[in-house]
């Protein structure tokens, strides 16, 4: 039929595969809820691999790639660069290339998260699964404070591997639920975001982190003064004075009760020998950095433990305590494994984040970007301080860091068309 209307040469994206964006975007709020459930590991192991060949699958079928132009760009693949650079000169070079790997898969989850959720009703969903997985994480580690379980020195873990890394995600998610609970309006929603947001901070408290309530603080004082309200400000003095008075409260009752009594953290949580070990590990560590200051000893938190063995081991342990083996600050360990240059690369990036969320919070046209913008000022400055007195930037930690900061940066360009593939 001279009419009839010819088929098009090349079949189009959505009628190939029409329900692939969704497919990867499901696969993410899967593998994003499963992150702090330690029992769930199988699916961020397995549910990466996953993702990366939908990925690729996602780039040949639309002709395109996915990576968003950033202020953060530069930085970022300037420390991937430098680590990658330094693997072939590590200790061991195997272990220091499975750790680089884990640092691509960080910076991927970054450009996929900002990428996939970049239109605000998927931003919203993915910010109240996460509120919800922080309610529920706090919940269940308040329910595990107070079962008893015959113990004297009593840590909580919830669902992640130990109280340490419970209390780094709690840091993480807090910033979040508290700026959603100054953002939103008055009513239900805002009252339960501010409920788990409490309920947290307390969680948190329970964990007997220092360095974790010393980072809380640090945080309610960055939202009071990016946030510059009377009515915040009260909040944080609440807050403060709240944990100021709980950490005076428990070292009283600690001092007049028996080390065999439920509930209460071991006596070594209220000395000053974690403060004094760690000045032996960061000048130990000082002096191996002068060694090899340009590549570094090797990339990845365990290659410190695995050079030095037992001589850095003596250092952090006492005749009643033994403090697990490493650097135990973020900045030092990541200067000793992989350079100065790294070190600085690192902290180009802390400030590129930073630096791009308070211009995000000056944006007023809508108030998902300002609330996420709060929520990671908010947590870059906690995290910085809770990760001088401990290498917390590692594992399913640091990609749920990625994720919050794919969330919270606001893309400044389109993705590029087929010549940008």
Same mark, same amino acid.
């Given at each position: 039929?001279?009419?009839?209307?010819?088929?098009?040469?090349?079949?189009?994206?959505?009628?190939?595969?029409?329900?692939?964006?969704?497919?990867?975007?499901?696969?993410?709020?899967?593998?994003?809820?499963?992150?702090?459930?330690?029992?769930?590991?199988?699916?961020?192991?397995?549910?990466?691999?996953?993702?990366?060949?939908?990925?690729?699958?996602?780039?040949?079928?639309?002709?395109?790639?996915?990576?968003?132009?950033?202020?953060?760009?530069?930085?970022?693949?300037?420390?991937?660069?430098?680590?990658?650079?330094?693997?072939?000169?590590?200790?061991?070079?195997?272990?220091?290339?499975?750790?680089?790997?884990?640092?691509?898969?960080?910076?991927?989850?970054?450009?996929?998260?900002?990428?996939?959720?970049?239109?605000?009703?998927?931003?919203?969903?993915?910010?109240?699964?996460?509120?919800?997985?922080?309610?529920?994480?706090?919940?269940?580690?308040?329910?595990?404070?107070?079962?008893?379980?015959?113990?004297?020195?009593?840590?909580?873990?919830?669902?992640?591997?130990?109280?340490?890394?419970?209390?780094?995600?709690?840091?993480?998610?807090?910033? /979040? @639920?508290? *700026?959603?609970?100054?953002?939103? !309006?008055? =009513?239900?929603?805002?009252?339960?975001?501010?409920? %788990?947001? $409490?309920?947290?901070?307390?969680?948190?408290?329970?964990?007997?982190?220092?360095?974790?309530?010393?980072?809380?603080?640090?945080?309610?004082?960055?939202?009071?003064?990016?946030?510059?309200?009377?009515?915040?400000?009260?909040?944080?003095?609440?807050?403060?004075?709240?944990?100021?008075?709980?950490?005076?409260?428990?070292?009283?009752?600690?001092?007049?009760?028996?080390?065999?009594?439920?509930?209460?953290?071991?006596?070594?949580?209220?000395?000053?020998?974690?403060?004094?070990?760690?000045?032996?590990?960061?000048?130990?560590?000082?002096?191996?950095?002068?060694?090899?200051?340009?590549?570094?000893?090797?990339?990845?938190?365990?290659?410190?433990?695995?050079?030095?063995?037992?001589?850095?081991?003596? /250092? @952090?342990? *006492?005749?009643?305590?033994?403090? !697990?083996? =490493?650097?135990?600050?973020?900045?030092?360990?990541? %200067?000793? $494994?992989?350079?100065?240059?790294?070190?600085?690369?690192?902290?180009?990036?802390?400030?590129?984040?930073?630096?791009?969320?308070?211009?995000?919070?000056?944006?007023?046209?809508?108030?998902?970007?300002?609330?996420?913008?709060?929520?990671?000022?908010?947590?870059?400055?906690?995290?910085?301080?809770?990760?001088?007195?401990?290498?917390?930037?590692?594992?399913?930690?640091?990609?749920?860091?990625?994720?919050?900061?794919?969330?919270?940066?606001?893309?400044?360009?389109?993705?590029?068309?087929?010549?940008?593939?």
């Amino acid at each position: 039929m001279a009419d009839a209307v010819a088929a098009p040469s090349v079949a189009t994206p959505s009628a190939v595969l029409p329900n692939l964006d969704c497919i990867i975007r499901g696969l993410l709020y899967v593998y994003i809820f499963s992150l702090p459930f330690k029992r769930l590991l199988f699916i961020e192991r397995n549910g990466f691999i996953i993702l990366v060949v939908l990925l690729v699958l996602w780039c040949a079928v639309n002709r395109q790639h996915f990576f968003l132009r950033t202020p953060i760009d530069v930085p970022l693949l300037a420390f991937i660069a430098w680590v990658g650079f330094t693997v072939p000169f590590a200790t061991f070079p195997l272990y220091s290339s499975k750790e680089f790997a884990k640092l691509l898969q960080q910076g991927l989850m970054f450009y996929t998260v900002m990428f996939f959720f970049r239109d605000s009703v998927h931003r919203w969903r993915l910010v109240w699964m996460l509120i919800a997985q922080l309610a529920l994480v706090s919940a269940y580690g308040m329910w595990e404070f107070m079962s008893d379980h015959g113990t004297s020195i009593y840590y909580i873990e919830s669902f992640l591997p130990g109280d340490a890394a419970l209390a780094t995600y709690l840091l993480m998610l807090i910033p /979040l @639920s508290a *700026a959603v609970a100054l953002y939103l !309006p008055s =009513g239900k929603f805002r009252n339960l975001t501010a409920g %788990a947001t $409490g309920l947290s901070i307390l969680c948190l408290f329970l964990t007997y982190s220092r360095a974790g309530i010393l980072a809380m603080m640090a945080e309610t004082l960055a939202v009071v003064w990016l946030v510059r309200q009377r009515r915040v400000a009260f909040i944080a003095g609440v807050v403060i004075f709240s944990l100021l008075i709980g950490a005076a409260g428990l070292l009283i009752l600690t001092k007049l009760t028996s080390e065999g009594s439920p509930m209460m953290p071991g006596s070594g949580k209220f000395t000053t020998y974690n403060l004094e070990a760690r000045l032996n590990i960061w000048l130990f560590a000082l002096k191996k950095l002068e060694e090899s200051p340009i590549v570094g000893i090797g990339f990845g938190k365990d290659n410190f433990f695995l050079v030095t063995g037992t001589e850095s081991s003596r /250092l @952090s342990s *006492a005749a009643t305590t033994v403090m !697990p083996a =490493g650097t135990h600050n973020t900045f030092l360990d990541v %200067a000793v $494994g992989a350079g100065i240059p790294a070190l600085l690369a690192l902290i180009w990036l802390l400030w590129a984040i930073m630096k791009e969320a308070l211009h995000q919070l000056r944006l007023t046209e809508d108030s998902l970007i300002p609330m996420l913008s709060l929520a990671l000022a908010a947590m870059v400055v906690g995290m910085c301080v809770r990760n001088f007195f401990d290498h917390m930037w590692v594992s399913i930690l640091a990609v749920q860091f990625w994720v919050l900061v794919g969330l919270a940066v606001f893309p400044r360009s389109k993705p590029l068309g087929p010549s940008g593939l």
